[in-house]
């Protein structure tokens, strides 16, 4: 798919149905194969993807995952039921999603109860992994799915995490940014330089908005 426009109304997107995300509490064991927790970030270093082998001949030693890392502060915030991010480490400013049906969604004002977050779209990084580390120590919700370009809304879940450690994900995780459950919220951003990104719209290809409970009775234990 051509690159996706991030910043629009929400009323241009279409009336869908809803798919539920399970919503689990991050802990070292829920999020193997995804990522970890992360206690310090001045103590961890996020993963850097070697560039890949082309043929025959390998990739100098020593070469090919020198591009390093950006990082910035990532801000979400909801402006009635619609919830906006922005970026800095890499200049991005998005409309996440909304609470409510598109169609109904306002900016002015809350239409509805915001239990969840509805997702239109989802990407990952090949170049790197990414940490979401939370300024504000409050809860927030991370979704994601494990690599494979063969992506289904059955494939996704959101992690919970309580605010006390940051989320850190695996290059080629699938995910969509990190969501506040209060009205907004700074994390602390890192990732790789390079920033590669590969998307899906989620609406578009299959039918459905992801909703992601944002309410700490849903949290499961794994």
Partial sequence: MSKPEYIFEASSKPSLPWHEVPLIRATDVSL???????????????????????????????????????????RCDWRGDVLYGENEAVN?????????DPQQARTDRRTAARDQVLLWHMNYHPDGGQLFY???????????????????????????????????????????????VEDEQRF?????????????????????????PLRADRVRDL
Avoid: M
Wanted: net charge negative; charged share 25%.
């Fill in 188 to 212: 602390l951003d890192r990732q790789g330089r390079v920033h590669a990104r590969v998307s899906a719209d989620i609406g578009r290809e299959f039918g459905v908005y992801l909703c992601c």
């Fill in 134 to 180: 939370p300024l504000d120590r409050k809860p927030f919700i991370v979704p994601a799915a494990l690599p494979g370009d063969n992506l289904s809304p059955e494939k996704v879940v959101a992690f919970w995490g309580d605010g006390s450690k940051g989320i850190y994900i695996h290059a080629g995780i699938w995910h969509e940014g990190v969501f506040p």
């Fill in 32 to 74: 193997r194969g995804y990522g970890c927790l992360v206690d310090d970030p001045d103590d961890f270093e996020i993963g850097i993807t070697r560039w890949p082998q082309q043929g025959w001949r390998p990739i100098d030693e020593g070469t090919g995952d020198e591009g390093g890392y950006v990082e910035g502060t990532f």
């Fill in 92 to 100: 991005g400013h998005y409309v996440l999603g909304w609470s409510a």
